[in-house]
C-alpha cells in the first residue's frame, strides 16, 4: 500500500488545518489507519486513528476534543481535521497503516507510512 499526505502548511494560534490521507495498491479494510507527528527533535507520537472499514476511532490524549479523524471508505482517504492549533502541534504529520490491533498506538506495530506533511503552527 502507499499513503500520499497532504494539507500541511503554517497557521496562526487557534486556526485550522485539515490533513488529508490518500491510499493506493492493496488496502485490507480490517487493518488501522493512522496518524503520528514528529517535532524537531522528539520521538514520533500518535496522534489518531481509526479502521479503513468502520468509523470507531481513538486519540492521543493532546488530540482529543480538538482533532476529528474521519475516512472516505470509497476513496480509500483518510482526513484528520485539526482545530484550536496550538504552536506545540508543529510537527511533520504522517499516515501510516498496518494489520494492528485496535488502540495500538506503537509507530513500530504500522508497517506502511507516507511521506509527511508540515504543520506550522504559530503563536
Known amino acids: 500500500v502507499q499513503l500520499q499526505a497532504s494539507g500541511g502548511g503554517l497557521v496562526e494560534a487557534g486556526g485550522s488545518l485539515r490533513l488529508s490521507c490518500a491510499a493506493s495498491?492493496?488496502?485490507?479494510?480490517?487493518?488501522?489507519v493512522a496518524w503520528f507527528r514528529q517535532a524537531p527533535g522528539k520521538e514520533r507520537e500518535f496522534v489518531a486513528a481509526t479502521r479503513w472499514s468502520r468509523d470507531s476511532t481513538y486519540y492521543s490524549d493532546s488530540a482529543k476534543g480538538r482533532f476529528t479523524i474521519s475516512r472516505d471508505a470509497a476513496k480509500f482517504t483518510v482526513l484528520l481535521q485539526m482545530n484550536s492549533l496550538k504552536p506545540e502541534d508543529t510537527a511533520i504529520y504522517f499516515c501510516?497503516?498496518?494489520?494492528?490491533?485496535?488502540?495500538?498506538?506503537?509507530?513500530?506495530?504500522?508497517?506502511?507510512w507516507g511521506q509527511g506533511t508540515l504543520v506550522t503552527v504559530s503563536s
Open positions: 495498491g492493496r488496502i485490507y479494510s480490517s487493518h488501522i
Open positions: 501510516a497503516t498496518g494489520s494492528t490491533d485496535f488502540g495500538v498506538r506503537r509507530a513500530d506495530d504500522f508497517s506502511s
